[in-house]
């Protein structure tokens, strides 16, 4: 089904993955796009919500087109699912189905008539967090990418390949408090443009379950901001004033 606004235009898409499977998929971009950027959206684990469809649409305002993605779709059982993408994560970081599927989503985005294919980010929550810095350092297409409060990739050392990363953190919420310290210090180590960020009196999820006004708007105005810079800012012309 399609929605249209004034402004924006979003539907439900399909995503073709490797093989015969496909993957369901949010779409929202500017009315009338050309050659703007565009942005693949990784849910938490609480899957392609409400929630995650209004921070594409967030992106589209801004004048990007945004996948936000379905993770869960291609593969049945919803828990299975999960508990298999928390093991990816944990023990293949950099090389699971899940990355191959979001790759495969990468270059479905790219294809869009509307899209600088040279213009692609990426932003994921929690469990999407984790996929998007472990993209950030597997995929070359990818020229800036977004974490809030995602696990770390292993070997850490992976992120001096990394494009550019911003990150934003729950000050309550420890073990991935301390991951983003982490990736704070080894991104700076190996010189990787970065923009980290520990939300004081904040708890996981601040974006949507523990919902925290100041720091979720706070939060999206900095990954606007390095967005801009970092993907708009990517190879070939910056699209003007109309497109957003």
């Not at 899940?98 to 600088?116: K, M, T």
């Not at 040279?118 to 800036?144: H, K, N, P, T």
């Not at 390095?226 to 993907?231: G, L, N």
């Amino acid at each position: 089904m399609t929605s249209t606004s004034e402004q924006i235009r979003a539907e439900a898409v399909s995503v073709n993955l490797p093989g015969s499977a496909s993957m369901t998929a949010y779409l929202a971009r500017p009315e009338g796009a050309e050659g703007v950027p565009g942005v693949v959206v990784i849910h938490e684990l609480f899957g392609l919500n409400d929630n995650i469809r209004e921070i594409a649409r967030r992106f589209a305002a801004a004048g990007y087109a945004a996948l936000a993605v379905d993770l869960f779709s291609p593969h049945g059982n919803r828990n299975l699912c999960l508990m298999r993408m928390f093991a990816d994560l944990l023990l293949r970081p950099l090389d699971n189905r899940g990355i191959r599927e979001l790759q495969a989503s990468v270059s479905w985005l790219q294809d869009r008539p509307e899209v600088n294919r040279e213009q692609v980010g990426v932003i994921g929550f929690c469990m999407g967090g984790g996929y998007a810095v472990a993209l950030a350092c597997v995929e070359r297409d990818i020229s800036a990418a977004s974490v809030f409060y995602g696990m770390n990739p292993r070997p850490l050392a992976a992120v001096a390949r990394a494009c550019p990363i911003v990150g934003s953190y729950a000050e309550n919420d420890p073990i991935i408090r301390r991951a983003g310290v982490k990736l704070d210090r080894a991104l700076k180590r190996y010189g990787v443009p970065h923009d980290i960020k520990i939300y004081p009196g904040t708890s996981h999820s601040f974006m949507n379950a523990a919902y925290d006004e100041n720091a979720a708007t706070d939060a999206f105005s900095r990954t606007l901001a390095f967005f801009d810079e970092h993907v708009r800012g990517a190879g070939g012309a910056l699209p003007g004033p109309a497109a957003r």
